[in-house]
């Protein structure tokens, strides 16, 4: 089957290499991925932002159909179309295994990160991990069930009330995501914050996913433009989505009192950022992190997906082949660029 392999650290070109199909073990499914979609962290791990095993299969985001089954499986039919939870290999022995929360192993494998991933035509999954796909959604959707369902549990961590004034810092697939479920969770007021990068598709996707305003922090600090615009007010929810040090700390300033910074981005490893600690204590602000997502989250997005309550097919900017995954890893700051996914069939 063909893959794509990151073979070296460093920055170096991915391979296109051609490997035996994965053996359908007695308890999974074969999968033949129809799309699999691209994610920040492939880049950060493509230029070594991240550091990651090698030689390794990228790729975790994904649907396809099922090709074949293991003889103990029940439920799921050769030919269904399925979404699929990332797989995941926890050892089962650990304290977090013992403890129920096996997505925390302290020895977990991912499938695209320590195990092999969907940036291949066919991958094994688990019927624990399947969902049918909707009818009503596209493939390419489908691919993004993963980022999806992180928004999800981000939002349900972070605690939207209705009519909260709500900022959104970072205007890539996350964070356009967390915009259009903000709107579902019932979130008022939306300030969407990006730079010069996001002032054309990713501004318009933000104003149409629900935004009130685009604010652009490329030459003047965010905080002081909105609190120009909500004249002094400060704000319930920040949310930072990008993970960039500076953003964040501009946040601090703008949230009320017992108001709430929402850290979904990702800083690269061993970056710091300075808080003045007294001022969070005396405004009682809260800092929620968050990390990954769960089954309920799945069950919740994949639930919004079936009602037609969310859809971002417009979100999919570049359909492309494995053979061309420069075009997207080498220019990740493409104006133009949202969110893109190679596809294996026409």
């Not at 914050?193 to 922090?217: M, P, Q, T, W």
Request: contains cysteine; negative net charge.
């Amino acid at each position: 089957m063909k893959t794509l392999v990151k073979t070296e650290r460093g920055v170096t070109d991915l391979k296109l290499m051609d490997i035996e199909k994965p053996v359908c073990p007695d308890n999974g499914v074969l999968i033949k991925v129809d799309t699999a979609a691209i994610c920040g962290s492939d880049i950060h791990y493509y230029t070594d932002k991240e550091p990651m095993p090698v030689p390794q299969i990228m790729g975790h985001e994904f649907c396809g159909r099922i090709v074949e089954k293991g003889k103990d499986v029940t439920g799921w039919e050769v030919g269904d179309f399925v979404l699929s939870r990332v797989p995941t290999y926890p050892c089962g022995e650990c304290v977090a295994c013992r403890d129920g929360h096996p997505e925390k192993c302290t020895s977990i494998r991912i499938a695209g990160l320590t195990a092999p991933g969907a940036y291949a035509e066919y991958i094994v999954s688990y019927p624990d991990l399947l969902y049918l796909k909707p009818e009503n959604i596209s493939p390419e959707v489908g691919a993004c069930t993963e980022p999806t369902t992180v928004v999800y549990h981000a939002l349900k961590r972070f605690g939207v009330n209705p009519g909260d004034t709500c900022v959104v810092v970072g205007l890539g697939a996350i964070g356009l995501l967390t915009i259009k479920l903000l709107k579902i969770f019932g979130a008022g007021e939306i300030i969407a914050v990006g730079r010069n990068s996001a002032l054309g598709k990713k501004k318009e996707l933000a104003l149409k996913y629900g935004a009130n305003v685009f604010i652009n922090a490329q030459d003047r600090k965010a905080s002081e433009q909105i609190l120009e615009y909500t004249k002094g007010y400060k704000v319930n929810l920040a949310i930072d989505c990008t993970g960039t040090i500076d953003a964040i700390e501009d946040l601090f300033g703008i949230i009320c009192y017992k108001g709430t910074l929402g850290a979904l981005g990702v800083p690269p490893t061993g970056e710091l950022v300075k808080v003045d600690w007294n001022a969070l204590v005396w405004g009682s602000i809260n800092i929620i992190t968050t990390f990954g997502s769960e089954k309920s989250d799945y069950d919740a997005v994949v639930e919004l997906f079936r009602e037609g309550k969310l859809d971002f097919d417009d979100m999919i900017s570049h359909k492309i082949r494995l053979e061309d995954w420069a075009e997207i890893f080498k220019n990740p700051r493409n104006p133009e660029y949202t969110k893109a996914v190679f596809k294996f069939t026409e």
